[in-house]
T-cell receptor, first 116, second 114 residues
Framework: GAVVSQHPSRVICKSGTSVKIECRSL??????MFWYRQFPKQSLMLMAT?????????EQGVEKDKFLINHASLTLSTLTVTSAHPEDSSFYIC????????????FGPGTRLTVL | AQSVAQPEDQVNVAEGNPLTVKCTYSVSGNPYLFWYVQYPNRGLQFLLK??????LVKGSYGFEAEFNKSQTSFHLKKPSALVSDSALYFC????????????FGRGTQLTVWP
């Protein structure tokens, strides 16, 4: 099956710093990637839809200047949490949709962000 | 608008017994339905999907789901549960318009006890 990786798997940072999370589709091309946030024992909250070569589409209530998304190639999307604060601590998960197959998304293993 | 509902936060079954995790959906148009499983501190793993065709869909790890249009349901089932099936299960429906974004249910924690 299609494989999606995320790096890092876990990151701890100081308040005020920026953190970049990478999402890669390893064996397929993904024109569209999605970024989710998950709080403990809760469902996934879609943050934004990332399209290769264009600006990301953010969900209502998600600050685009705080959560910068770049989808520079068909296999890589990055999420940068700028000026992180403790309330940004969460589990961030990306997914990628196989190009030409619009029905299945494959998820990365997630990144645990802890902001001190 | 598309949505799914998982009415049970928790399902407990004994190993070897059949299990069912419930999901109902609300969509405009034909539904594209999915089941994913999540183990602690991990991303979601795809189990199965219904797009069209047979109402009974078979997926990974012995799971299957039955699409029922009249009841707008897509319950996940397994004939014989394993302790290793214990995890968080999400039902999802795909938006046919918005670049395929998924709408997730709130999740059901399945616990299989030995």
């Amino acid at each position: 099956g299609a494989v999606v990786s995320q790096h890092p798997s876990r990151v701890i940072c100081k308040s005020g710093t920026s953190v970049k999370i990478e999402c890669r589709s390893l064996d397929f091309q993904a024109t569209t990637m999605f970024w989710y946030r998950q709080f403990p024992k809760q469902s996934l909250m879609l943050m934004a839809t990332s399209n290769e070569g264009s600006k990301a589409t953010y969900e209502q209530g998600v600050e685009k200047d705080k959560f910068l998304i770049n989808h520079a190639s068909l296999t890589l999307s990055t999420l940068t949490v700028t000026s992180a604060h403790p309330e940004d601590s969460s589990f961030y998960i990306c997914s990628a949709r196989v190009s030409g197959h619009t029905d299945t998304q494959y998820f990365g293993p997630g990144t645990r962000l802890t902001v001190l | 608008a598309q949505s799914v509902a998982q009415p049970e936060d928790q399902v407990n079954v004994a190993e070897g017994n059949p299990l069912t995790v419930k999901c109902t959906y609300s969509v405009s148009g034909n539904p594209y339905l999915f089941w994913y499983v999540q183990y602690p501190n991990r991303g979601l793993q795809f189990l199965l999907k219904y797009i069209t065709g047979d109402n009974l869909v078979k997926g990974s790890y012995g799971f299957e789901a039955e699409f029922n249009k009249s009841q707008t349901s897509f319950h996940l089932k397994k004939p014989s549960a394993l302790v290793s099936d214990s995890a968080l299960y999400f039902c999802a429906v795909r938006d046919i318009k918005a670049l395929g974004r998924l709408y997730f249910g709130r999740g059901t924690q399945l616990t299989v006890w030995p």
